[in-house]
């Protein structure tokens, strides 16, 4: 079965501090890779999608990345934190083709202070 | 328009009771529709496929009406467990990889 890891569960770090929040995902090959964020009390709002090595889109401009480089490896990157950036961090699978739904993994909870 | 759209509610509800959820989308040939749950502080979690006929789990219903471009979400004989955000999740026919995630319905259930 596929289950899919996210780590550090719980992140605090300064304004103005660099980012890295990891996603793998275990037993497929070749999926869709998806990072959202979620602010307290809202909706998802996708990031960044993947749908291979090196390929990523970008949905809204920020000051965030997002790197892919392995088949299950998903990779959140700021250099710069700013407070706006806090929120729950959700890393997602799907199934290449046809697009499916999507699983997440457990996610982490990102303040900036 | 919003792409998807839900009541964001909260629905406030006794035990036992009936509780319907509508959700609408904009996009007529939109091809996949997805009930999720997600619990407070947790990440969504697939509820159940919405099918043109229709699907059934247990005490829970989807349903989909294309002609009116919207999808509901059947919660019977509710429990103190199924309080959570309900959201809804519609797949784009537009050959890309996009899921549109509604903002979701809040549920509460009380004793």
């Known amino acids: 079965s596929q289950t899919i890891h996210q780590w550090p569960a719980t992140l605090v770090q300064p304004v103005g501090s660099p980012l890295s929040l990891e996603c793998t995902v275990e037993g497929t090959s070749n999926p869709n890779l998806y990072w959202y964020r979620q602010a307290a009390g809202r909706g998802l709002q996708l990031l960044f999608y993947s749908v291979g090595i090196g390929q990523i889109s970008s949905e809204v401009p920020q000051n965030l990345s997002a790197s892919r480089p392995q088949d299950r490896q998903f990779i959140l990157s700021s250099k710069k934190l700013l407070l706006s950036d806090s929120g729950f961090y959700l890393c997602?699978?799907?199934?290449?083709?046809?697009?499916?739904?999507?699983?997440f993994g457990p996610g982490t909870r990102l303040t900036v202070l | 328009r919003k792409e998807v759209e839900q009541d964001p509610g909260p629905f406030n509800v006794p035990e036992g009771a009936t509780v319907a959820f509508n959700c609408t989308y904009s996009n007529s040939a939109s091809q996949s529709f997805f009930w999720y749950r997600q619990d407070c502080r947790k990440e969504p979690k697939l509820l159940m496929s919405v099918y043109s006929s229709g699907n059934e789990d247990g005490r829970f219903t989807a349903q989909l009406n294309r002609a009116s471009q919207y999808i509901s979400l059947l919660i019977r004989d509710s429990k103190l467990s199924d309080s959570a955000t309900y959201l809804c999740?519609?797949?784009?026919?537009?050959?890309?990889?996009?899921?549109?995630f509604g903002a979701g319905t809040r549920l509460f259930v009380k004793a």
């Open positions: 997602a699978w799907s199934a290449r083709r046809p697009v499916t739904e999507q699983f």
């Open positions: 999740v519609v797949i784009p026919n537009t050959g890309g990889f996009k899921t549109i």
